[in-house]
């Protein structure tokens, strides 16, 4: 399990470090907003600590833009303020939690389990490709951090491809699943819905999600 350390007092790295990798976690670290945000991009961690008061690009800003970018890694802030104003923005920004520097280590870890632990229990009700978010608990779907409201058919259909996402999905499996296994196609339904969604996912987005497979169906795919 990797964990991402963000956080320029490199004394308190070095003790976060010794401490994670004493519980078997490996970590990385980076000592700027900026630095750090690419690693969260480019790498699939199970945790990120991050810091508030960063050079460059604070811990705010920074979790934000992960945010937005369907980055959906548990991320704990380490605030030497502890404020409530800060832990207000901090979880607003889209953080999972907080911690008030000084803390021990023990609270560390007890945090890092119980987001860890939680995470578990949501994450198979979130299912995305690239930067388009469902949220099933919250019947909910997003595009770059933007919420799309969708009929209960457009949801269904988008739900069947996004579940086998990268997938040709043929047209009679899509028809059963958003009108029921006995409904006939009179007047092109499924391509009318399509061509809604389409509008509503891929709009005048440069990248194009829902592709149409010739002869089989539709397929959602990066
Ligand atoms: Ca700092």
Request: charged share 45%; proline share 7%; aromatic share 0%.
């Given at each position: 399990m990797a964990i991402l350390i963000i956080e320029d007092e490199k004394k308190l790295v070095d003790i976060l470090k010794r401490a994670l990798k004493s519980e078997r976690y490996s970590v990385d670290v980076a000592y700027d907003g900026e630095t750090g945000l690419e690693k969260a991009m480019k790498n699939n961690y199970s945790l990120i600590l991050l810091d508030?008061?960063?050079?460059?690009?604070d811990g705010f800003s920074v979790c934000k833009e992960l945010r937005t970018h369907a980055i959906h890694t548990p991320i704990i802030m380490l605030t030497a303020r502890g404020s409530t104003e800060d832990r207000v923005t901090g979880l607003d920004a889209g953080a999972d939690d907080y911690l008030i520097k000084p803390f021990s280590t023990s609270e560390l870890f007890a945090r890092i389990r119980a987001v860890l632990r939680r995470r578990k229990t949501t994450e198979s009700n979130i299912i995305k490709i690239g930067n388009l978010v469902m949220d099933k608990k919250k019947h909910e779907v997003t595009r770059a951090g933007i919420t799309i409201p969708l009929t209960p058919k457009e949801y269904k259909l988008l739900d069947m491809l996004l579940s086998n996402s990268g997938e040709a999905i043929s047209r009679q499996r899509l028809i059963e699943h958003a009108w029921g296994p006995t409904f006939k196609e009179t007047n092109n339904e499924l391509n009318v819905h399509i061509r809604y969604l389409r509008k509503k996912?891929?709009?005048?987005?440069?990248?194009?999600?829902i592709h149409t497979i010739r002869g089989v169906g539709f397929a959602l795919k990066e």
């Open positions: 508030i008061m960063l050079p460059k690009r996912i891929d709009g005048k987005k440069d990248k194009h999600l």
